[in-house]
């Protein structure tokens, strides 16, 4: 394993969350220990306490960050005024980006299967995310149907919640089978059949 300059304590809490949330992804949070990321980063596990001196500060900050990071993702899409087809793509995009051929697979998934185990600020954390792509997807099909670019058969917020429980479905389903290409398949049934409707 390739050693990390750890001179900054900015720089060493974002590697430790980096190594975190790959370990996570792949395993579940509550299948990862401080010395899991301490041995990964080559430092010692005092140095991951006290960056997060609980292992529920480290799973907060963990889902945090990967919600903010949505909400950017999310925000850049809107901002392009895109036609509704070519902004679900986009939005697809980035549920292709979380699925490894090593098997993980985003995030929030993975803490979702771990929820009733999860600390409550943990599971805080995983609801919000899981609302903001159901509210984006929301606005965004309200939005198609507004300007016809998608028939209003299906409430936008059934559309939204049904839209996002098969992609992480169908993640799960590729995870599970051991071909994570799987994926892109069901995705695109999903995605087919929502402008179908």
Not at 63 to 91: C, K, N, Q
């Amino acid at each position: 394993m390739v050693q990390r300059s750890l001179t900054e304590k900015g720089d060493t809490a974002a590697q430790i969350l980096d190594v975190a949330q790959e370990l996570v992804q792949l395993r579940g949070f509550n299948a990862v220990s401080y010395s899991d990321i301490s041995r990964r980063l080559g430092i010692r596990n005092a140095s991951v306490h006290y960056h997060f001196p609980a292992k529920t500060d480290l799973g907060v900050a963990l889902v945090r960050r990967y919600r903010e990071r949505l909400e950017v993702h999310l925000a850049a899409i809107s901002a392009r005024g895109l036609p509704l087809p070519e902004r679900l793509d986009a939005y697809l995009l980035a549920y292709r980006e979380v699925v490894h051929p090593d098997g993980r697979i985003c995030l929030c998934t993975v803490l979702a299967n771990d929820f009733i185990t999860l600390p409550e600020t943990m599971q805080a954390e995983v609801a919000q995310f899981f609302e903001l792509n159901r509210r984006w997807l929301a606005a965004a099909l309200a939005e198609g149907q507004e300007s016809g670019e998608m028939a209003a058969t299906q409430p936008p917020e059934q559309a939204a919640a049904a839209l996002l429980a098969g992609l992480e479905g169908a993640m799960l389903l590729a995870r599970a089978s051991g071909d994570t290409a799987q994926f892109e398949p069901l995705a695109r049934i999903l995605m087919e059949q929502l402008r179908a409707a």
